[in-house]
């Protein structure tokens, strides 16, 4: 298998720096390169909108300069910031922009962080509809990795 294009999608998580980690490693075994990708959810924008009585345009804009900044200030301190190739901030519901952006991209890999067995607190969307993870992974011929949080640091006990 060659892989040159990773995309990591991240919410700037534990559980996503950990899958970044991870990506980076397997960046430098085949000397690939990193698209980091941030997805502003517009239903939950949309929520925040409500509740803010703010317009929906003007949260996004404020969502998405937040996640350009979080890159940008992630990047400076990331060893490993050489291998990006690319960063994108998009909205729209996670797991379609995601595939969406796999395939403009061509990525040979998709890399993300889980929550593993343990889940993030059994959010009923997740239960009847599944994670992100599983929509990415139906949706997409390319192969995706699932990093659980802690992995591989709880393997070596």
Known sequence: MNI???????DFSDCALNSLNYAAKLAQ?????IILMHVVDTREAEHFSKFAKEPLDKVLERLNNQATQAFRRFLKEWPESSLVKDTIVSA???????????RDFQVDL???GGYGSRGKGGQI???????TVEKVVRLLPCPVLCVPI??????AG
Do not use: D
């Open 4 to 10: 040159s294009l990773i995309l990591v999608p991240t």
């Open 29 to 33: 075994t085949y000397n690939a390169e």
């Open 92 to 102: 729209g519901t996670p797991f379609q922009e995601i595939a969406l952006k796999a």
């Open 110 to 112: 998709i890399l993300m």
């Open 125 to 131: 969307e997740e239960i009847f509809f599944g994670s």
């Open 150 to 155: 802690g992995w591989p640091e709880e393997q």
